[in-house]
């Protein structure tokens, strides 16, 4: 079966090459067989398009408004993923900067940020005491102590 047709208005005359690509339907100018063969009816549908029972592009709601696909945002950068969290420990580490941490019970501890991972940071007393390591879930703020 040929795909494109010879002959008629439009397709080349006798050239011998195939002229303007027709659909495949009944459509306008179509004729009664649409290429398919005689007898054999198209429904008036041109080639490619989604039968009765096919998936819709758009689903409808009730009020017949069309739902409208919408692509979905990114996600907020959370804290971890811009690193910004981890340059400033490193700051106050590399500057020996003092700070006071106040945590979820109203508590408030001084010292140097010595040590800071995802969850925890260390922190020492400026004379060279012990570390305390504290989850960052327990802190409420952070500043810098001022001298």
Do not use: C, H, N, W
Not at 30 to 55: E, N, Q, Y
Not at 85 to 103: G, N, R, S
Request: proline share 7%; no cysteine; charged share 30%.
């Amino acid at each position: 079966m040929p795909i494109f047709r010879r002959g008629g208005s439009g397709s080349g005359g006798g050239s011998g090459r195939p002229g303007k690509k027709r659909p495949m339907g009944g459509g306008p100018g179509g004729g009664s067989g649409g290429g398919r063969g005689p007898g054999k009816p198209t429904g008036g549908k041109p080639f490619g398009a989604k039968k009765a029972g096919g998936k819709k592009k758009f689903a409808v709601k009730r009020g017949g408004k069309k739902k409208v696909l919408l692509k979905k945002k990114a996600p907020a950068a959370s804290i971890e993923s811009t690193g910004m969290e981890a340059l400033y420990l490193k700051d106050l580490m590399d500057a020996e900067t003092q700070v006071v941490i106040v945590l979820s019970s109203g508590e408030e501890i001084r010292g140097l940020v010595r040590y800071y991972d995802k969850d925890v940071f260390s922190l020492g007393p400026a004379d060279g005491g012990p570390k305390v390591f504290l989850r960052k879930e327990s802190i409420r703020y952070m500043y810098e102590a001022e001298d």
